[in-house]
């Protein structure tokens, strides 16, 4: 399987692979060998399993002195972004520093070593006018991330995620709850499965590149997430 501007035989990297849509687009991008070499930056190394520990490389790096670790973003023709924290476990000056100052830092290094296609999951409604924290952090680093100018950037727009979350997240949980009873009916409005948008993400770069820079809002997320089957279908 090729990608535009990567592909099998080319090489990507992950950012965010601890998170719920991390995990799954790791998982997709090894079950469909989309790329030859998948390198995993994060804080500290993942345990993975066996299979899939053999099948990637962990780059461990300190997003303090992120700068430092120059290195472990070189070489690589796709990044993936799915890094981010909440206010609530990070407090309102963690947030928009690992939102958006890490990965605005990371998307500089990416393209300072020969990235070519920068994916980053971002959050319906992201305005950098905004007067709600969440959504001001993600419209800001959106206009970061573009200002590098990388070849390709697809940003991602979803709506709130159906996952099931390794943390606790009690007023999540119950928007979940109420949104999974919602997307029977109205399956495109408000919410999105994290497996749909990992597969869009896969999806984009398999796609030839329609412009700089594109925007998926979060129906056409679930209408890309369907371009690419899922796996054992």
Known sequence: MAAAGGGSGGSCFVLGASGETGRVLLRELLARRVFARVTLIGRRRLSLG?????????????????????????????GFCCLGTTRAKAGADGFVRVDRDYVAQAAELARAGGCKHFVLQSSRGANA????????????????????????????????????????????????QFLGVVARVFPTA???????VARAMVACVLQPGEGKVKVLENGAIHELGKAVPQQGT
């Open 50 to 78: 066996e299979e899939a520990e053999a099948a990637v490389e962990q780059a461990v790096v300190d997003f303090e002195r992120l700068g430092e670790h120059a290195a472990a973003f070189q070489g690589h023709d796709v």
């Open 129 to 176: 006018q905004s007067r709600f924290l969440y959504l001001r952090v993600k419209g800001e680093v959106e206009n970061l991330v573009q200002a590098v100018g990388f070849d390709r950037c697809t940003i991602l727009r979803p709506a709130v995620l159906l996952c099931k979350r390794q943390e606790s997240r009690p007023t999540e949980w119950i928007a979940q």
């Open 190 to 196: 408000y919410s999105v499965p994290v497996e749909t």
